[in-house]
């Protein structure tokens, strides 16, 4: 398998490297705005939806062996069956202008996919810029699935930024996404192979490789910042295309490569290791995992959560789902250190909780303390065995580097701060 994801590595790179491209390419960045909406009745619904995912991103196949439209239709169905549709926990949403005449689609923001499509609630009306390819589109999630039909057309990322012929899915069948107008997909092209139906064998370029092959950026590259934040619904945090923002780090970004260990390998997959506390006790030795906008928590293997757990003193809240400190254990927790590539990187104690002005959004109360460390649901060895979901990732600026297959973390004004 790891050869498999060499040898489409490979291709890629070497398709992307004849690409004719325009000469003159755009210097300043490109940037979109991110904002979040919490659509929860539960931490224990944030968890299970976020434990689905991480299934699904280590067991994910596209078409499930179907050898016709009506077989592919059933599939999805079959998959749909008993998603819940009604809440996403927490989203990532930018605004996406598609077609012409234009129209603005409100879109969850996904780096542990790469195929981008629209549904349900803002209808996508072809146009003398959209071509129908004649393809299906197919892709499952884990807290949800998607089938539609593949068409071409123009997308405008930001003003004066426009990608021409851009794949898009227009979702005949899209469950889980339930208050959204689609999904951006900003993940490794090879996670898009098998997705079409019955062109199953073909890649599709994501929008940041077409945003590159274009001449529109100068390299395939997304930079991510978000600020920390204690309301339900807010705009805090950006994308920046083809290159970092220097405005938003602190320091010098640190580059590892992408982890060669599958499945993390598919995804944003990095080695790390986790320490707790002062005296850098071992929570999780090093090992495989990956950097996820489409999942909440941060998850860990069940033997690390334990462990943690352990040094905590947190117990489970059987109601929220989550693991809880009374106020006065939260005073004495430490932090976590993150050692990536040959830096170490402090998750402070006020990272590791749940905004506690939103307790009562997961069904707590002020009387606790509910921690955002959770078990991913299984023990280590998997190949994924942690995922650095949206909480951590508010706290640091990183990067996604296609071209260079490698990520990048850097320190920010909110690596520090305390919103609790």
């Known amino acids: 398998m790891l050869a498999q994801v060499t040898s489409a590595l490979a291709l890629l790179l070497a398709a992307s490297s004849v690409v004719a491209k325009p000469v003159t390419v755009k210097d300043s960045p490109v940037t979109m705005s991110f904002a979040r909406r919490m659509n929860v009745t539960g931490g224990a619904d944030i968890l299970k939806m976020d434990r689905a995912r991480a299934t699904s991103l280590k067991v994910r196949s596209s078409t499930h062996g179907a050898k016709t439209k009506d077989e592919l239709m059933k599939n999805a169905v079959g998959a749909a069956f008993g998603v819940p549709s009604t809440n996403q926990g927490v989203s990532y949403v930018v605004e996406v202008v598609i077609g012409t005449p234009p129209t603005t689609y409100d879109m969850l923001v996904d780096t542990g996919s790469s195929n981008t499509w629209i549904c349900c609630e803002i209808d996508y009306f072809p146009s003398n810029t959209s071509f129908d390819t004649g393809n299906s589109v197919y892709v499952e999630y884990g807290s949800g699935v998607m089938l539609g039909e593949q068409y071409l057309d123009v997308v405008h990322i930001a003003p004066g930024f426009t990608i021409t012929n851009q794949s898009l899915g227009v979702a005949l069948i899209a469950e889980g996404f339930d208050g959204v ?17 019955p062109d199953a064998t073909t890649y599709v370029p994501t929008v940041v490789d077409n945003l590159y092959d274009q001449g529109v950026i100068p390299k395939p590259f997304i930079g991510i910042s978000f600020q920390p934040t204690t309301v339900m619904n807010t705009t805090n945090g950006e994308i920046t295309f083809g290159q970092v923002d220097q405005t938003k780090i602190q320091g010098q970004i640190n580059y590892v490569p992408i982890t060669e260990t ?17 005296h850098k006790t071992m929570v999780l030795n090093n090992t495989a995992g990956i950097t996820d906008t489409g999942t909440t928590l941060l998850l860990l293997a069940s033997d690390a959560l334990a462990t943690y757990q352990s040094l905590t003193g947190a117990v489970l809240d059987s109601d929220v789902g989550l693991l809880k400190l009374t106020p006065a254990q939260f005073a004495n927790l430490q932090s976590l250190w993150f050692t990536i590539g040959d830096d170490t990187y402090e998750f402070t104690a006020d990272a590791q909780i749940w905004p506690r002005t939103l307790n009562t959004a997961i069904g707590g109360t002020s009387d606790f303390v509910y921690l955002i460390v959770s078990d991913i649901g299984s023990d280590g060895g998997t190949g994924m065995d942690f995922i650095n979901g949206m909480m951590f990732l508010e706290r640091f600026y990183t990067a996604y580097d296609t071209l260079g297959n490698q990520f990048g973390i850097a320190r920010t004004a909110e690596t520090f701060v305390s919103v609790n």
Do not use: E, K, R
């Open 262 to 278: 599958l499945p993390s390998a598919y995804y944003v997959g990095i080695n790390q290791t986790i320490t707790y506390g002062n």
């Open 181 to 197: 107008d689609g999904l951006l997909g900003l993940g490794p092209q090879y996670l898009t192979y098998g997705n079409l139906f």
